[in-house]
């Protein structure tokens, strides 16, 4: 594979070790890589962008791996990208990556993800774009994660990466020799239960801290081919999970499940 500019990002942060690990893996094999990233945790922004305050960046490159360039910016995922692409590049990337994040972005998740969103903007202005996510809160062995996200994009940029199209994979939180195949998947549906935990502080004041447990729905309908297994399903068997995503959000459902727009009008 010949060596690919590329501009990594995530938000978990500039002193994560999977965005680290990302890097170096990126660099170990020839690449030439630019970090901007957040300063610190932007988990869950999703594409929040900062707009009624100043951002700044400042140089990282000692947090890195030798021969890497970074920066640690004070706005979100998405902020960090567009920061990157329009003003810090000398050059436009030839791939954006995202990650590698603390734990998984499966089925809806990845309308909350900041990291998921931070490779977004990368396929929004044309670029292909690669999200990666380690499917544990607590693993910390980065590397397998690491290595497959570089073989995919690799191989995604040697095929000719489609318009349009960001790759959203997730990767067991399991020993190398034991993470099952790589597939396409669907995104499924996974729900929070119990959101808010109502909470009193020490001086009487009610506040509300954001907790929940996941319920996945497994059974609910989506999207994509009815033989590729959905994301949430295939990780929990142990294998990697690959799924195409795009920008645009329009409904797929029946034109004739919606009523005449002028029937929506009043007439008053």
């Not at 791996?65 to 436009?92: M, Q």
Request: hydrophobic share 45%; net charge negative.
């Amino acid at each position: 594979m010949r060596s690919l500019r590329i501009l990594i990002s995530n938000d978990d942060g500039v002193f994560a070790d999977g965005l680290r690990t990302l890097a170096a893996v990126a660099a170990a094999r020839g690449h030439r890589v630019t970090v901007v990233c957040p300063d610190q945790e932007r988990s869950a922004t999703g594409h929040g962008l900062t707009l009624q305050t100043p951002i700044r960046a400042e140089r990282a490159d000692a947090l890195f791996a030798e021969g890497v360039s970074a920066w640690a910016c004070s706005g979100t995922p998405s902020d960090c990208v567009k920061l990157a692409l329009f003003r810090l590049l000398e050059e436009p990337p030839e791939l954006v990556l995202s990650g590698i994040n603390h734990g998984p972005n499966l089925g809806t998740d990845v309308l909350y993800s900041g990291t998921v969103a931070a490779a977004m903007e990368g396929t929004i202005e044309g670029f292909p774009a690669l999200a990666v996510s380690s499917a544990d809160y607590q693993w910390r062995h980065f590397e397998p994660a690491a290595a497959l996200a570089l073989e995919v994009a690799e191989a995604m940029v040697a095929e000719g990466w489609p318009e349009q199209m960001l790759l959203n994979l997730n990767v067991p939180a399991l020993p190398v020799e034991s993470i099952g195949a790589l597939r396409w998947c669907r995104t499924a549906v996974r729900r929070y239960t119990d959101q808010f935990d109502k909470r009193v502080d020490p001086r009487g004041r009610t506040y509300y801290w954001l907790a929940g447990e996941v319920a996945n729905d497994l059974e609910a309908r989506v999207a994509g081919p009815l033989d590729w297994p959905t994301d949430v399903a295939w990780i929990q068997q142990g294998g990697a999970s690959l799924t195409p995503l795009q920008p645009e959000l329009f409904w797929r459902g029946q034109q004739d499940s919606l009523p005449a727009a002028e029937r929506l009008q009043s007439r008053r």
